[in-house]
């Protein structure tokens, strides 16, 4: 290990902050965990963690009780500073940098000479160099000469993150060659994976890029899905037989498409250039409307009751997360209750407490469900077989029940 790469100061201890934090711990790295939340940080403290990731408790406790990971609501002097902070959009679609300006501000009295300023969070193009490294610029840090900053996008699958965290290639892009292999050469003391140097505006783009393509794909699934249901064709079948071609891979559908990547980063590519990003704008329809389609699904059914109780399995935005961000089935959820179609229970077996719902048990959704809407495959619900839902109405957004 570097020398000048001993302490690092991670800013977020959410679902990518916390992940690296620990990792950089248990590879003998001086960690600060920084969050604004106080409950989050007494919880890292005591070992445990906030959110639910495959061995991620070890990880955390592991970190802890070796003195290399403390968490806290100020930041301190560190070699290295990574920001893993959320970037939403606003209601027009429009990329809110908030939590990344105020991150920048945050460090800004702690940045000496030397030092390497990461921005891991997804970004819309050019925010490292006109968001971090101005704010830096700002405060009088030298980032041509002093201070390095580049932009290193995580690339990771909830439920694989400490995997693929070490394991996935990365690429690392400064706002100028000093600053790329000084980045690079970070991320090459604990990344197994190849390390690829860019600049930060390719990189920015390169991570919007992925998630666009996929968020294109899944668009077209589900717009086959639609198409499917009107001729009176299982569209799982078309999927499966069509991939076979061996130059096919379409993706699967779904109730529409959440989580803070697929469903956010075609809109900063779009805010970036609305005139030529026509398709990557009709993609984000689609798949936005999918939701309302299964609500007109269950609608139709819930017609052939006086009042039934409508049985939703899943709030999370992918299966086997906890994870509600961009989710569609929290959207599709939403609306269910407030068009009042019915009695409406809620099975989501990562969340232990929800604000809005009293969660059940699969049991107890099943055995009082007229109807159920299966919206997120979690394990628990693959495993269900056809018989398990005496003769109820099931529909079925993620072709998990065969």
Not at 58 to 75: M, Q
């Amino acid at each position: 290990m570097k020398s000048e790469f001993k302490s690092i100061c991670v800013i977020g201890l959410g679902y990518i902050g916390l992940p690296t934090a620990s990792l950089l711990g248990t590879k003998g790295f001086d960690v600060l965990g920084v969050d604004v939340s106080e409950k989050v940080v007494n919880t890292i403290n005591e070992g445990k963690i906030h959110i639910v990731e495959p061995d991620l408790d070890i990880l955390v406790k592991s970190s802890v009780n070796a003195g290399n990971l403390k968490a806290s609501l100020t930041p301190r002097e560190s070699d290295v500073f990574v920001l893993a902070v959320p970037t939403p959009f606003r209601d027009n679609h429009e990329p809110d940098l908030h939590y990344i300006e105020e991150a920048t501000k945050a460090i800004c009295p702690y940045v000496k000479p030397g030092n390497l300023v990461i921005l891991e969070s997804t970004s819309p193009v050019g925010t490292t160099d006109t968001t971090v490294a101005r704010i830096l610029r700002e405060h009088g840090h030298d980032t041509e000469k002093d201070v390095f900053v580049a932009h290193c996008p995580e690339r990771v699958l909830p439920g694989r993150i400490l995997v693929e965290l070490v394991e996935n290639d990365r690429i690392v892009g400064g706002i100028n060659p000093q600053s790329t292999n000084c980045a690079a050469e970070f991320y090459r003391s604990f990344v197994r994976g190849e390390v690829l140097e860019t600049n930060a505006v390719t990189a920015e783009l390169t991570k919007l890029t992925e998630n666009a393509f996929r968020d294109v794909n899944i668009a077209f699934a589900n717009e086959m899905s639609l198409i499917c249901d009107k001729l009176g064709v299982n569209i799982w079948d078309l999927i499966r037989l069509a991939n076979r071609h061996p130059r096919v891979n379409i993706l699967q559908p779904g109730p529409g498409v959440g989580g803070h990547c697929i469903a956010v980063d075609p809109w900063f590519i779009i805010a970036s250039d609305r005139e030529n990003s026509g398709l990557l704008q009709a993609a984000r329809n689609v798949n936005d409307f999918k939701p309302t389609w299964v609500i007109e699904k269950v609608r139709e059914k819930a017609a052939k009751f006086k009042h039934p109780t409508i049985a939703c399995l899943g709030l999370a935005f992918k299966a086997d997360v906890d994870d509600l961000r961009e989710s569609p089935a929290v959207k599709i959820v939403n609306e269910l209750r407030k068009q009042e179609l019915g009695d409406i229970v809620v099975c989501e077996p990562n969340v232990k407490k929800h604000p809005e719902y009293d969660l059940v048990s699969l049991d107890e959704a099943l055995s009082s469900a007229d109807i159920v809407l299966l919206l997120v495959d979690h394990r628990e619900f693959k495993a269900l077989k056809a018989s398990d839902l005496n003769e109820k109405i099931l529909i079925d957004t993620r072709g998990a029940i065969r």
